[in-house]
């Protein structure tokens, strides 16, 4: 069965909101070197400023991936703002545990860029953690490259 993009709905957006904030938070402690509470706020409330009104954000497409009945992930895209009229952004994607490794996060990238190209968006843009190269193999498989780039480096504050 072929993987369909369906719209999300309130009742799937509550129940991923709560894993979206704890592995946005994980992210942040691992990555920022923040806190898990300082961590936990700002993954809390960065996701309630970009989705104000849930499902009917303005701008928001949130879909779910499912492949029959089944729900295999999801994909949360922005549609071009002001300060970025010609680009789209791909706030989260995620393929549930269970079903990774078989092509579906390559899939909902591709469907979301055939939605975004219907609505005459010609780009897409993404962040991703400089760590996390299984999913950096995947985007500069699908074309995306890299447009800017953050560094950090971790010291010791006693010196």
């Known amino acids: 069965m072929e993987l369909t993009l369906t719209p999300m709905t309130a009742q799937e957006l509550d129940r991923l909101r709560g894993p979206l ?3 946005y938070a ?3 402690v691992a990555h920022r070197g ?3 509470e300082a961590a936990l706020e700002r993954s809390s409330s960065q996701i309630r400023e970009s989705l104000p009104a849930g499902v009917a954000t303005e701008r928001a497409l949130l879909r779910v991936g499912r492949v029959g009945d089944t729900e ?3 994909i949360w895209a922005t549609l071009p703002a002001v300060a970025t009229p010609n680009q789209a952004w791909i706030d989260n994607i995620e393929v549930h ?3 990774r490794g078989r092509g579906y996060a390559r899939r909902m990238i591709q ?3 055939v939605e975004l190209a219907q609505l005459k968006v010609p780009e897409l843009g993404l962040n991703v953690f400089g760590s996390n190269t299984v999913a950096i193999g995947l985007y500069r498989s699908l074309g995306f490259e890299v447009t800017s780039q953050q560094m950090a480096k971790r010291i010791d504050p006693a010196g």
């Open 21 to 23: 904030v704890q592995g």
């Open 26 to 28: 994980e992210d942040l």
């Open 34 to 36: 923040m806190t898990p």
């Open 72 to 74: 295999v992930g999801w």
């Open 97 to 99: 545990e269970e079903h």
């Open 111 to 113: 469907l979301i860029e």
